[in-house]
């Protein structure tokens, strides 16, 4: 086994049995049980790297980042971001403790941008095409070249951040959205009146926006909110209870954008849906995909936290 040098200089090339020492010295061989689930990041841009681990979800750390030739890089600096992750440990999708660092190698130089999305244009979660949206409601922007890890796409309302989950389907051409409150001049109280001309903006990290305007009506009375799921990662055809305000016995559950089958009747707080199964779910692979509640004729609402589902 090779050892590490006292001195590397650039344009040194590096052997696999110096990578294998780098490696080992990192600590980048290890892997433990827990609660938080380690977003793969192989392939990312450092930049989206960061983004992902660091939110605040979930409650990583950054480890070591080191070069392919073993020199330290400073990933918050802008002309890092778009280096390249090359490995990471621990492996992506582990199960590790709460604060557990995350360490990477990445490549020498950076590499191009990636294209910017763009926006096609904006429906409701049910897929109708319309520009009219109401505050604490959901929508979708239809559009190219969104990030597939839905922390890594940066969605605002006149400035205000809003909640983005990945349409698993298509995670790179679609983006579910949750309309916050407190956009300034959006209606507050039903009869409020609509407030049109709002920028909704979409951008990468470390990339440039892309804008449209969407009209926010008042909030709908009625409007479901999902609180919790009694299982946030749960395997295919299983039943997962969703607890929260507003459900109507007519309610259904989207999960991927798929209508669940629900068992026995919803009450105002708790539905009992089946996770439907799909044929693209690695088995016993926890895949990131929505979950939403919609009533007909008032709405729909996703949850705004991280759920999964493993493939059987």
Known sequence: MAALP??????????????????????????????????????????????????????????????????????????????????????GETLVAPDTPVNLVVSQTAVATSPPPTITRTETITGTATTSFPVNGSLVIVGTNFNATASQNIVTFDNVAATVTSDAADPTRRLIVGIPAGIPGAPVNSGDPARPGVVLSVRKTGGEPVTTTVTLTAPVAGMPTIGSVDNASPFEGTNITITGTNFTPAAQVLIRGQI?????????????????????????TPVPVSLAVNIPTVGATTFNGTFRVRGI
């Open 6 to 91: 006292t001195k590397i200089r650039p344009g040194d090339l590096i052997s696999s049995d110096l990578m294998n020492v780098i490696l080992e010295r990192l600590a980048l061989s290890g892997g433990g049980g827990g609660t938080q689930v380690v977003p793969t990041v192989f392939g990312a841009f450092l930049g989206d790297a960061r983004a992902a681990i660091l939110e605040p979800s979930r409650r990583l750390t950054l480890g070591f980042i080191f070069d392919v030739t073993g020199a330290a890089i400073d990933p918050s600096a802008g002309a890092n971001f778009n280096r390249i992750v090359l490995n990471q440990n621990p492996a």
């Open 260 to 284: 669940a089958t629900i068992v026995g009747t919803p009450t105002s707080t708790t539905i009992v849906a089946t996770v439907p199964n799909f044929v693209d779910i690695t088995p016993g």
